[in-house]
């Protein structure tokens, strides 16, 4: 049987991460999500998550100093231009 990935949202707002968690773990992915900063740093130490979903809007001072997978051994930094698309159909 294959490995689930492991997926971290990190964003404060608990009822996108409810509705994001409950389709993502429908496709077999197992998710665990921070709403903050310093819970996103913990929790890519803990999980080593293989993708990462950051909310964009965050409090003033509370988005991660530099990104939370560089946190991750073997990491790769990669821009907003080169970021992947990510869709659904409907």
Known sequence: MEEQKKILIVDDEPEFVTALRT?????????????DRAEAERAVRQHEPDALILGTIMPRGNQPRSPPWSLLPGSVEYS??????VTTSS
């Open 23 to 35: 389709t993502l773990e429908a496709e077999n992915f197992e998710v665990s999500s921070a709403g």
């Open 80 to 85: 907003a231009a080169s970021a992947p698309k």
